[in-house]
């Protein structure tokens, strides 16, 4: 056992739980392939937990320490294992059943959940579940095909193409039986799904790529519990700001209200972005500087300053009214040639009275063309803007 155990040691000063599912596999590794017949004989039943917990004593002293709830659980799960090996051992040479090895794969897979839910196991480690689960599924499957040939009823072509959880089936009786061990496996895992959807969401966000955020972090919003409140707002602070970016969507003051941290730091922000107040935002946005920096979003909230301002020039395409209609034509069409001094006017005013030039004003609504917040073009020689008929400001109804 003691390569078996140097693996456990090392799996767990990494944190590395694919390294440690591994030493719960059913099959030999290349480079060791006598290794579970040499688990059998390292002990026998009378001394197989005390053994299991000197190695495992043994081999984690001079790297990352257990604490004694997990030692104890880790005993349990080892300990079914090296019976579970023990009926795989015997089945080679014909002195066990796929049915007994079943049996004692489940057991294994009873002590691995009550790891989790009794001894403290870490999130880390849910490969273990992984590995254990599927062949929980395999010795399942062999087990009942095995049944049939005792039977005398073995497999027909037709037999081996149903679907493998076809209730009508009474020779599928292990197979349905695994069924509810792997759904209590998939039950347990959901509050470590909703944390690594989270994580995910929150790596991707610093990446930049928000579509990928908000994808993930909507998924942990979807299977967080109603009633997980510090959860639910670790979510939002990151989903607000994704769905600001991707969707220009501001939080609701409905959304905001259960949590009044986030209503403090985003509902001013929301506020000033609705009504294209750039001074107010500014302001807003250095209120909440320190935290919006300690969670990484401030450079993301900054880039909403751009949806404040399209909010503003929309503002002035839709005070310039509509065109007077030509001679045949009954629809009205909005004014889409706007001169630049009045989006200048709209700005300085937007931005507390300070002054902007003419060049400044340009450079932002090329800014806003090149970011696909406008359509449109400028005109530079005769001073005016002149706006796409149809969508001039996408997304907005205008």
Sequence with gaps: MNDLFKDFANAHA?????????????????????????????TNSHSVKGDIKHFIKTATSHKRSLDHDEVKGWVEVYASYWAAVGEIVAGESGKSTWTKVYDAWKELTSMLIRGYNNFGFEAWTIPCLYVVGKYLRLFAIKSDIERKRTAGDAPTGNALIQDDFDPEMETQSQLRDCEQHLKRIFTLCLNDRVTFKFYEGVLFFLEENYVEAEKHLVEAQGLCHKDAKQNMERILTYLIPCRLLTSHVLPTKALLEPYPRLQKLFLPLAQCIKKGDLRAFDIALQGGEEEFVKRRIYLTLERGRDIALRNLLRKVFIAGGYDDPKEGESEKVRRTRV????????????????????????????????????????????????????????????
């Design 14 to 42: 990494e944190q590395n739980g694919y390294l440690l599912a591994q030493t719960l596999s059913p099959v030999s590794p290349a480079d060791q392939p006598h290794r579970l017949r040499a688990v059998l004989q390292s």
């Design 339 to 398: 001169p630049v001094v009045e989006f200048r006017a709209a700005i300085c005013m937007g931005s507390g009275g300070e002054l902007v030039d003419t060049d400044e004003v340009e450079c932002l609504l090329a800014n806003m063309i090149y970011k696909d917040l406008m359509k449109g073009y400028i005109a530079r020689d005769r001073g005016i803007v002149v706006l796409s008929k149809k969508g001039a400001f996408p997304g907005t109804g205008v």
